[in-house]
Each structure stands twice: as structure tokens, then as C-alpha cells.
């Protein structure tokens, strides 16, 4: 049965691909616009002058997240599309002219160069250049899984060039860094792909800013739009969740659109002990605290807005604080009293679910951690606590499941309510002479 399912996918991806091979080609735009970077005004007054956070204004809240025109309706399909809309809207595309997100060798940028230039030669406009590059790209690089697929050389655009061969991620890869090349902007985009409005996978894609517009660009599945504006063209096949590009970058953070929210990805060594994150980027609530790389020893307190609602992808255990570690050397998480769905006390963040508030992330620097909320503890909700001594459960808790604590060396005392149940194993790999006292 499982292999029947395999075929299926693979027959109804043949399908979608086979479908969208038409090349349809954009309108050339002879009306050049020149770009200019948006301006905005520094509003936050107790940062150190020697960083500059002119991209930030304390003016979002929440009802921001949806990042869309007040009054305007969307279907669901067409949300994210018009939230990437709306943050694209507010970048200088000449910001974009970089190849951070690929390790090519200055060779290889060489022989794409001139790869490129063949390409494009007799075309003038911005469009008509990107028109060649993109039907070059169908036409001469094949959809074939590689076996280092998984691995992110295998995917590189200079590696792509050399083979001819690639999946969504080298398409998009080799994309960017020919229209880099040519001095034309382009973002790399990570989401998923529908197809008579069933999920088919996870997908790479661009958006590239051609002679004054943002177009929406797919070169795996041969497929391009206008303009971005055409939400109901291409929303029912792409939503994006990622753009692989910072929105802004500073000394102390970089902030970027990540699992459908902009969102703290890096702290940086240059950053103070103590940092209160401001709200906002361009005017767009920034509600997410996802770092993609562990954040600095030194950095000790982060201090949230209200805007805070997530720690990435939480759900699937892919949260860079949450389930990375990337946040073991925080000691204090300040979290606005008006936030409405993140709460912290005595070690612990909380998150609403529903009407309860369920455990969202322990510090790790703490060596005594009390409980607020919960009634019953699953396995793993508190795992290698390496400082952890004294642990408290709430009044409310009724049941200890096994190995919900698990791997704390110096735990010492557990207190827990009188007629809690806790299983025999519910703390496993801890330290063998822990006591457990009721109140």
C-alpha cells in the first residue's frame, strides 16, 4: 500500500509538472523605475548610539501580523501570498543583490558570469534578460534527485550549472545567482506547493524585482506571474512560509521572514548582556523569536514586546530555543504583561493553548525551577537540564507520566502535591540520591 501511495505522489507531480511546462514569458517594460530605499523614522530612544536601528519603528501591534490593508479581505489561500507582498513592498531590492545564502567559490560566480552573459547577450531591459535566463534554466536543467540531495552542496548553483541537474532548491539557487550577476534582485523562497488544492510537498521558488516589479518566479515547475499582485494566479499553488534573505541586519540582530512570521533569527556577538527587542521592522509587527544559530554566551536577558508569539516552529520540534538549545545561556526572559498568548515566571515561558497555558521552554541556566500551570506532565517536558536542582510541580498537577523529567544530573528535590501519581519512571537519568517531597 505504501508504495502505491509513493506512486501516486510521484504520477500526480508528473502531472503538475507536465502541465505547467508552457513558457510564458513576461511583457517587456521599457519604463525603467529607479529604485529608492524606504525611509523610516528612529523611534526607539534607549538604544546605543553606535547601533543604528532606523528600520525600526514601536508602532505595530498585533493586529499587524496579518500584514495586509486595514479592511481588505483575502481568501485563506491568498494570506501569505499577500503577506510576502506586503514585506517585499517595503525592502530596497538592491539590498538583495547578495549571495549569502550559497557558498560559491569565486570560480564558480566566474563561469556562472560568463555562462550568463552568453545567455542574455542582445537583450537590453531587465525583463528581457530575465525572460532568457529563466527559459535557459528549463530548458537546459533536468528535475533529478541526486544522491547528496539532502545536503546543501548538492544543491549550490555552480554545482547545479556544472551537472545540469537539480531539484526545487538548485533551480531557485541557480536563479538567484544568474540574476545576481546581471545585477537583477532576487529573493529565494521556501513554502509549499498545492495542485487542485491538495498539499504535493515541500517547495523552493523566487521572486525576482524586474524593471520596477516584483514577479513570482518557479523555474522547477516552469511556471511564472506578472506581478505579485496577481494573488489569485499563484496563491492556490505556492505559499510561501520563508524567504531565505534578512529583511535587516544590525550589530546586534538580524530579523527575517521565517515559518510565516518576521522574525528574530541571529543574535550577534557585539550585542550587550541585556537587549530589549524592539516591535517592529518597517512598520510590521516582528512576532517571532526563531534564531537559526546559537545566541552569543554572553547575552543573558532578552526582554520581548507584546508582539512575541512564537518560538518557531514549536509544533515540529524544529524551534531553534525550544528544541536546539540554541537559547542555554539565557538567565532571564522579560515578557510584556499585556502579551496575550506568552507568559514567564520562575525559569519557565508559557504559552496559551486554548484557555490553559501549557509549557513552551525551560531555561537552562536554572537551578530551581517552579511550575505554574498544568495538571498533567508528558514525557520529556523537562529534558538535560544540566543546572537544575530543585524542581517544583504546580497544586494542580494530578500525573507525572514517564521520563517527563529526564537527563538532570544535580537534580536534588522534586516537590510535588500530595495525591499526584507520578510513574516509575517518570524521572529517568537524574540524579540517583533525588528526594521527592509532598506539600
Known amino acids: 500500500m505504501r508504495r502505491i501511495i509513493q506512486l501516486s505522489v510521484l504520477a500526480l507531480t508528473f502531472i503538475v509538472a507536465t502541465a505547467c511546462r508552457k513558457y510564458i514569458p513576461l511583457e517587456s517594460n521599457n519604463n525603467n523605475q529607479k529604485v529608492v530605499a524606504s525611509k523610516t523614522e528612529n523611534t526607539e530612544e534607549n538604544q546605543p548610539e553606535e547601533v543604528n536601528l532606523n528600520d525600526y519603528k514601536e508602532l505595530a501591534n498585533l493586529k499587524d501580523l496579518s500584514y495586509t490593508e486595514t479592511g481588505v479581505h483575502f481568501q485563506k489561500e491568498e494570506r501569505l501570498a499577500v503577506r510576502v507582498r506586503t514585506i517585499l513592498s517595503k525592502i530596497n531590492p538592491k539590498e538583495l543583490l547578495n549571495l549569502d545564502y550559497d557558498d560559491i567559490t569565486p570560480e564558480e560566480l566566474n563561469e556562472i558570469k560568463i555562462a550568463t552573459n552568453k545567455i542574455v547577450a542582445g537583450n537590453s531591459t531587465e525583463t528581457d534578460k530575465y525572460n532568457a535566463i529563466f527559459k535557459w534554466i528549463i530548458k537546459e536543467i ?36 544568474m540574476c545576481y550577476t546581471q545585477n537583477i534582485p532576487a529573493v529565494i523562497t521556501l513554502g509549499a506547493c498545492y495542485w487542485q488544492g491538495k498539499f504535493i510537498g515541500d517547495h523552493a521558488w523566487n521572486y525576482v524585482y524586474v524593471d520596477g516589479k516584483w514577479i513570482v518566479s518557479d523555474p522547477t515547475w516552469h511556471r511564472q506571474f506578472k506581478e505579485v499582485e496577481e494573488f489569485e494566479k499563484h496563491s492556490y499553488y505556492l505559499r510561501p512560509h520563508t524567504l531565505a534573505q534578512n529583511l535587516s541586519s544590525n550589530k546586534w540582530f538580524d530579523v527575517a521572514y521565517r515559518n510565516e512570521l518576521i522574525s528574530f533569527i541571529k543574535f550577534k556577538f557585539a550585542a550587550p548582556v541585556a537587549i530589549k527587542l524592539p516591535l517592529s521592522w518597517q512598520g510590521l509587527a516582528i512576532a517571532s523569536l526563531d534564531p537559526i544559530k546559537l545566541i552569543p554566551k554572553h547575552i543573558k536577558s532578552l526582554q520581548l514586546s507584546n508582539n512575541i508569539i512564537s518560538f518557531g516552529k514549536e509544533e515540529n520540534n524544529a524551534s531553534g530555543i525550544v528544541n536546539m538549545g540554541y537559547g542555554k545561556f539565557i538567565e532571564q526572559f522579560g515578557i510584556a504583561d499585556d502579551n496575550p498568548v506568552l507568559e514567564f515566571a520562575d525559569g519557565v515561558v508559557y504559552k496559551a493553548k486554548g484557555n490553559k497555558m501549557g509549557i513552551l521552554y525551560i531555561l537552562d541556566t536554572q537551578a530551581t525551577i517552579k511550575l505554574k500551570y498544568g495538571e498533567i506532565f508528558d514525557k520529556n517536558i523537562i529534558i538535560n537540564k544540566a543546572n537544575l536542582k530543585h524542581l517544583y510541580f504546580p497544586t494542580t498537577a494530578t500525573r507525572i507520566e514517564a521520563y517527563a523529567v529526564e537527563h538532570c544530573p544535580l537534580l536534588e528535590t522534586v516537590y510535588i502535591p500530595k495525591g499526584c501519581h507520578y510513574e516509575k519512571k517518570a524521572f529517568f537519568d537524574c540524579n540517583s540520591s533525588f528526594k521527592i517531597v509532598e506539600f
Open 142 to 177: 533536468a528535475y533529478e534527485l541526486v544522491p547528496e540531495n539532502g545536503s546543501r552542496d548538492a544543491n549550490r548553483a555552480g554545482r547545479i550549472l556544472k551537472n545540469r541537474k537539480a531539484v526545487c532548491q538548485g533551480y531557485a539557487n541557480l536563479l538567484k545567482a
